[in-house]
């Protein structure tokens, strides 16, 4: 009988030091004047997660991803830049949504080509006419995957066009603020 | 880690997460761009010596 795996070493990724995104690059909110924020996503990610969630909000089918990017520190704050979204085929209904079976290894192949040290740093998910929340089963989800500090749950309703963000907090979740810049390049 | 030929996908995937305190039924095991499934061994899948195999989020979303 073969004896179980056992890690031998492990490698931790270090959060570099780099300034958030500067003011005046920032297109969401508007008034950035109270803003520190934990949550960055580029506009293009943005955008990408409200046409995906659009395109299914007809149906009122869910739809979901990862967000992928990096965390960062600056002085003394660690926050999250969401660089890219990655999805690919769901299982999915008017109230829930997972990963389809077959839809893993194209995922795989769109995480393969980012070309950079990314990080899973949350997901995104759709609630199509039932508004931004986490439900029951989507704390359940982000306690068993997505429980780091800087793991960040977003919530989309396409049909009230409305985009929320959240973390775990106790037993429970808050919503945080979060910033929509510009990326440069 | 250190793996024998005739451990299983899901052996490696609980023992990843057994050590970092993950719940080894939310996520699966990604070898490049192929997904590994539970019972499968080491030896049939060919993975070899400096490999790099990831655990990614299999999550849920519901009402």
């Known amino acids: 009988m073969a004896k179980p795996p056992k890690i031998v070493g492990e490698h931790k990724?270090?959060?570099?030091?780099?300034?958030?995104p500067?003011?005046?690059?920032?297109?969401?909110?508007?008034?950035?004047?109270?803003?520190?924020?934990e949550l960055y996503l580029t506009k293009?990610?943005?955008?990408k997660i409200?046409?995906?969630?659009?395109?299914?909000?007809?149906?009122?089918?869910?739809v979901m991803g990862?967000?992928?990017?990096?965390?960062?520190r600056w002085k003394n704050r660690f926050f999250s830049l969401v660089k890219?979204?990655?999805?690919?085929?769901l299982k999915a209904t008017n109230i829930s949504v997972r990963f389809a079976k077959e839809g893993f290894e194209p995922l795989f192949e769109e995480l393969d080509g980012l070309n950079y040290?990314?990080?899973?740093?949350?997901?995104?998910?759709?609630?199509?006419?039932?508004?931004?929340?986490?439900?029951?089963k989507d704390i359940e989800t982000q306690k068993r995957t997505f429980n780091k500090p800087y793991h960040m749950a977003l919530v989309v309703d396409p049909l009230k066009t409305e985009m929320k963000a959240y973390k775990l907090k106790d037993e429970g979740y808050v919503e945080k603020k979060f910033a929509v810049y510009l990326e440069t390049g | 880690m250190d793996l024998e030929s005739d451990n299983t996908v899901e052996e490696i995937i609980e023992s990843a997460a057994s050590f970092w305190s993950k719940d080894p039924g939310a996520y699966v095991l990604k070898w490049g761009r192929k997904l590994l499934r539970g019972g499968l061994m080491i030896s049939d899948a060919g993975i070899r010596d400096g490999?790099?195999?990831?655990?990614?989020?299999?999550?849920?979303?519901g009402i």
């Not at chain 1, 995906?52 to 149906?59: E, K, L, R, Y």
């Open chain 1, 13 to 20: 990724k270090e959060f570099r030091v780099i300034p958030p």
């Open chain 1, 22 to 37: 500067p003011q005046d690059m920032i297109v969401h909110p508007v008034d950035v004047s109270k803003g520190t924020f």
């Open chain 1, 44 to 47: 293009t990610s943005k955008d």
């Open chain 1, 50 to 62: 409200l046409e995906h969630c659009n395109a299914f909000a007809d149906q009122k089918l869910e």
């Open chain 1, 66 to 72: 990862f967000l992928i990017g990096d965390v960062l």
């Open chain 1, 84 to 89: 890219d979204v990655v999805s690919t085929d």
């Open chain 1, 117 to 136: 040290d990314y990080l899973i740093v949350g997901w995104y998910h759709s609630h199509p006419g039932l508004g931004c929340f986490m439900s029951k």
């Open chain 2, 51 to 61: 490999d790099t195999l990831e655990l990614i989020p299999d999550p849920e979303g």
